[in-house]
């Protein structure tokens, strides 16, 4: 059961324009919210509206983008230098995001982000009103659209949470924290990725939205909002036909060539402090310098995305992820043998695959993270039921993924333990580890995801004679 037209909106779009020097390319957007719903933006009935990647500066431009966008059924938001850097690297970036992620050092309280990030928020309304039929399923995405319900006449809003929503004391800490919630509160469905976050939601309605009622978010009440958790996920089979593919096989046997006779640990993620990467990297030293046998036969294999590099907390991140690389290798490597491999780039689907499937531990460090689906994509991606997950206990697939070891990211020595408890793991115990991961990425996809969201919409909408389809 879907609905008949679906709009979804989201400050990214599935793909990003860049410029090219002979004009614009078009390649896939980073970030779990482009992967996971990406794989579910099938349907010739749905559309997305969304910021295109790239500044233009003229209407000639702004066509090119767009007729290169129409076949995707992609409607693009154009934004100026100015929104742009006010809105997505001010207000969504440097306030926003470190702080739902327990960083309000990162913060920069400035009135002007809360100005840009009210005035692009009201410019995506003017597209959705200009677009989305009022019979469609309009479905808002994530922290940086967070006011566009405020700015639409649309009857029933779905919005979805991909960060985590933190503690109802440290939302408070934002100036602008009633508008937010007020804005949020317009939505009938408001869905988070799991049951702290949604909890945590309640709390600070409770305390800061205006219309804060206990009856708010029961169903049968005339305000009637349902407010539910549903952890996003991937698509799984996708991923395991991936890693079968020659091509992937090859690079997985290239891969294991090129580091024959080392174990490795693979990490995978967006430049962002919120990661852990630092600390996954202290860790790994503290493991080299406690566990001298593993020199020369173990390397951490990195895979790190550029991401949000205007963004002063970014800038300076990434220059310490350098500095603490080169010091590691610097400290440790020897002929032939470099203990920390780390690129900084974006590697296609086919390639991030054969990572995935030529790597013996695949270890996520997140200090904080709304849900984390690198993790499912290495448990998606072991075909022969082998490899160990070192997960976080900040991350909130690891309510899901409960047969991963579990670490605290900021406690070093235990992630040397994980570590080496990880590589020296008895086969059986890390078949029987892999097997009950496997169940549960397999056994929830991101398209068993996606019915459940339109179970619960259909259930709420169905006396509204809500277009249907069976
Ligand atoms: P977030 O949404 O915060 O970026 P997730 O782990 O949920 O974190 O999603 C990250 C997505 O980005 C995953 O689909 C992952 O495969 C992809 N990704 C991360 N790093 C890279 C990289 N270096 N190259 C290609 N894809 C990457
Ligand atoms: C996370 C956020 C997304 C965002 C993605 C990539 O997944 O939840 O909303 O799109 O990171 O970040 P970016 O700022 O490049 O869109």
């Known amino acids: 059961m879907k609905p008949e037209n679906i709009y979804i909106v989201s400050n990214r779009l599935p793909v990003t324009i860049m410029r090219t020097e002979s004009g614009f390319t078009v390649t896939q957007s980073n970030g779990g919210l482009a992967t996971a719903l990406g794989s579910v933006f099938q349907q010739q009935n749905s559309y997305w509206i969304g910021w295109p990647g790239i500044i233009v500066d003229n209407e000639e431009e702004e066509q090119l983008v767009k007729e290169l966008l129409e076949p995707l059924r992609c409607i693009p938001v154009f934004l100026s230098q100015q929104e742009f850097d006010g809105y997505y690297n001010g207000f969504s970036n440097a306030i926003l995001w470190p702080l739902f992620h327990y960083h309000p050092g990162h913060c920069i309280f400035n009135e002007e982000y809360w100005l840009a990030y009210r005035n692009v928020n009201s410019k995506f309304g003017s597209v959705v009103s200009a677009h989305v039929p009022q019979d469609a399923f ?36 934002i100036p602008w924290r009633s508008d937010l919630l007020d804005a949020l509160l317009k939505c009938r469905h408001i869905v988070f990725q799991t049951e702290k976050d949604r909890v945590n939601f309640k709390d600070a309605c409770l305390k800061y939205a205006s219309k804060a009622h206990p009856d708010l978010f029961n169903t049968h009440s005339p305000l009637g909002i349902k407010v539910s958790a ?161 997960l976080s206990e900040m991350a909130g697939a690891a309510e899901e993924l409960t047969y991963a070891l579990k670490i605290h990211p900021y406690d070093f020595k235990q992630m040397v333990v994980a570590m080496v408890y990880a590589l020296e793991m008895e ?39 809500y277009s249907f389809e069976q």
Not at 271 to 287: C, N, P, Q, V
Request: hydrophobic letters at 40%.
């Open 230 to 390: 549903h952890p996003i996920s991937i698509d799984a089979f996708d991923f395991s036909q991936t890693v079968q593919k020659e091509v992937v096989q090859k690079m997985t046997q290239e891969i294991h060539q090129i580091f024959a006779n080392q174990r490795i640990i693979l990490s995978v993620d967006r430049l962002d402090y919120s990661k852990g990467i630092l600390e996954r990297l202290e860790a790994f030293r503290l493991l080299l310098k406690d566990f001298p046998q593993y020199r020369e036969k173990l390397v951490l294999l990195m895979l790190v995305v550029p991401s949000r590099s205007d963004v002063p907390s970014y800038e300076e991140h990434k220059r310490k992820v350098d500095e603490l690389v080169g010091n590691i290798n610097s400290e440790y490597a020897s002929l032939g043998w470099r203990p920390v491999h780390y690129y900084y780039q974006q590697v296609n689907r086919d390639t991030l695959c054969a990572y995935y499937a030529a790597s013996d531990v695949c270890l996520v460090t997140s200090l904080r993270d709304g849900l984390n689906l690198v993790s499912k994509e290495y448990v998606a991606c072991r075909t022969n039921n082998n490899g160990v997950l070192i």
């Open 427 to 465: 086969k059986s115990e890390e078949n029987a580890r892999m097997t009950a991961l496997k169940k549960k990425v397999f056994g929830y996809t991101v398209f068993d995801w996606l019915d459940t969201i339109f179970q619960e919409v259909f259930c709420m909408y169905d006396e509204l004679k």
């Open 138 to 173: 309009l479905w808002i995405h994530d922290y940086q659209l967070m006011l566009l319900p405020f700015y639409i006449k649309h009857s029933n809003l779905s919005y979805f949470h991909h960060i985590h929503f933190p503690s109802q004391e440290v939302f408070g800490i």
